[in-house]
């Protein structure tokens, strides 16, 4: 008759107290400071000049690339929050929006539209953002950015923009929307610029945005036991 072997199997260390509540708090560390580096590119590309074009005189900036680039790469919700900290910001007064301008004022603008309708668009294309990288890679991908990208300008940013022109500007909805065209092509260019700057940022760093039941192949979910642990042997009881 054979002897019962013991069992040899490690034991699974318990998790060590406060080790989920220190990642919550580095998460959210994360987050604020993401947050805050890409408001402050928002900031930094205000330096550019601008280029007023049209009967209303709005300009043409970089700050519609960043706002892409927020979505893109921060999703939804941190994206929305990295742009309505540059406009708060700047409608409080600090010389940080187009021109190195800043306060109230600015809603009396003819841009004033455009500025508004920011947030949004960061939030639809980081929606749109979220959901291709869940799903899609390569060109596919990179399609699906791009137009997301665009579309979010075109249904949010360019409507609200108009309204804001025709208000602010005393122009008729339709002579504002012909103006409006003037910023198409510049918008395209700069989609195509946000899709390619925010593939480079997700290769170099592939959990900037969290993809919620998007785990890589291979991984082991936090917790689990690895398959060493797993295997209990006949008198070895439950592995939890």
Known sequence: MTPLQPD???PVPPAAPGGRL???RTSRAGDISLIAVFAALLAALAIMPPIP????GVPITLQTF????CGLVLGPWRGAAAVLLYVVLGLLGLPILTGLTGGIGVLAGPSAGYLLSFTLYALAAGFVARWALRRLRGARLAVALFVGALGSSLLINHPLGILGMSINADLPLGVAALADLAYWPGD??????AVSVALIIHRAF???LRRRGAQAPGASAPGAPTSGAATASGTGGTRR
Not at 53 to 56: R, W
Not at 66 to 69: K, Y
Not at 188 to 193: G, M, R
């Open 206 to 208: 592939p959990e900037i």
């Open 8 to 10: 040899t199997a490690a």
């Open 22 to 24: 220190r990642t919550g």
């Open 66 to 69: 960043a706002v892409a680039l």
């Open 53 to 56: 074009i049209g009967p209303a």
């Open 188 to 193: 395209i260019i700069k989609t195509v610029l």
